[in-house]
């Protein structure tokens, strides 16, 4: 079993839909919770980090993270094609060196 | 554009030559470090340095891998005798340090195909 565990997708939702992302994982150990955003043929682009249980909001993005249960999600507003991209969720025990989750593609139609 | 470049940005080569791949940070970023993707999942940590100082390797980094990081600016990563398997996004990242999360900024990665 992986320590990270995330649903690869394809994920495909309308144009303004709320999408909702998620990944859990099994080691207690880890303190700090980072969603990224890939496109294809980029490297990632860190969107939000978290360190504590509960919701960080940052415009569209809404970042949710459940100690208790190991599970952290994304939801993403109002979605629109240009959100289209690869979700990769990645978490630390408080060193440097992140454990990122296999990524969930996801694609908005217009 | 992060600021963090690489080259180049494909390597095509045949099983069993020796490839390098340059790595530019962002300047004032006295963090590197290399990650090796696969398709279909996510980064996955190879080595970090600090300044000049590698500090850590994972256990992917076998003997035939080999980084470098002159004076605390560029890196390099030689593969040797390369293998099928090798075969990958290679990713560098740059951060400030100081902090347990501070941003770690990718560049575009160098995309290897062993044949």
């Known amino acids: 079993q992986k320590e990270v565990e995330q649903d690869p997708g394809p994920l495909s939702v309308p144009e303004g839909a709320i999408v909702s992302l998620n990944c859990t994982y099994s080691n207690s150990a880890f303190q700090y919770f980072m969603w990224y955003r890939q496109y294809s043929r980029k490297g990632p682009e860190l969107l939000m980090y978290t360190y504590s249980s509960g919701n960080k909001e940052d415009g569209r993005f809404t970042a949710q993270v459940d100690k208790s249960s190991k599970y952290i999600s994304l939801f993403i507003r109002d979605s629109q094609p240009s959100d289209s991209a690869t979700y990769l969720c990645a978490m630390n025990r408080g060193s440097y060196i992140p454990t990122f989750g296999r990524g969930t593609s996801l694609i908005v139609h217009p | 554009d992060t600021g963090v470049s690489q080259d180049p940005r494909h390597k095509i080569t045949k099983r069993g030559q020796n490839v390098t791949f340059r790595c530019d940070p962002i300047?004032?970023?006295?963090?590197l470090y290399w990650y090796r993707q696969t398709l279909g999942q996510g980064p996955e940590f190879l080595t970090y340095f600090q300044n000049e100082a590698q500090l850590e390797k994972s256990r992917l980094l076998s003997d035939r891998f080999s980084a470098e990081r002159p004076k605390g600016s560029f890196s390099t990563l030689e593969i040797q005798r390369t293998e099928q398997g090798d075969s990958a996004m290679y990713l560098c990242a740059s951060s400030l340090g100081g902090r347990d999360t501070d941003t770690q900024y990718f560049g575009p990665g160098t995309r290897l195909t062993v044949l």
């Open positions: 300047s004032e970023h006295n963090r």
